[in-house]
């Protein structure tokens, strides 16, 4: 399972990834309007910070096909070779998908909120869906389960595709998909802090410092010994 950062800003995506083991960072029109720069700018930017061989996801701003085949050419020639092209799961998205994979474009079918979204998207050859976990929790749906569904649809026929579920608010949502076993899930900052933010296991570290420190001399540290 791939572990991605749903951001664009560069302080905290290097910061997480100083701490987690990720794979990769996914970002969004909205994602990148945040950040407030030349968008082009920015996307280079975190390319350059991730390197090449980390996975990157980024999104077309367009409705129709041709437009969005455009951009998708232009964006991996800018990119590089594990650049996602993120494209929404419309009626003109899925052609767009069709005609990109055949070109050898790696496609990743966004704004899922059904799974019949996700059947279509997996079909048109979309190598990674993207169901919105919250957003549909937020509809008075169960993201989990929709994303269970298209999990289900991947395995029955057999499609070369993945889930990356995004849009989490929570750890819960998180360990679901985990348990589940999906292909990847992309995170904001906040639920990553959530993942491990728990004062029973800074108490758990303090101790082992604080006992551990009577063995040594004032100042030193257990690498001074070793
Ligand atoms: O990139 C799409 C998805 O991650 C949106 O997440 O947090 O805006 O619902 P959110």
Redesign the pocket.
Known sequence: MKLLI?HANLTDIKGLIELFPIDGV?T?P??LAKEGENPKERLISIRKLIGPDMDLHCQVVATKKEEMMAQARKLVDMLGKNTYIKIPSSGEGFKAMEELAKEGIKITA?GIYSPLQGFLAAKAGAKYL?P?V??IDNLGYDGLAVTKKIQNIIEANDFGTEILA??FKNSNQVLDLVERGVGAL?L?PDVFSGLVNDRNVDFAIGNFEDDFRSLLEEGQTFLDIL
């Open positions: 749903d996914t969004n909205t994602i966004t993207a919105y919250n957003r995004a849009s992309t904001g």
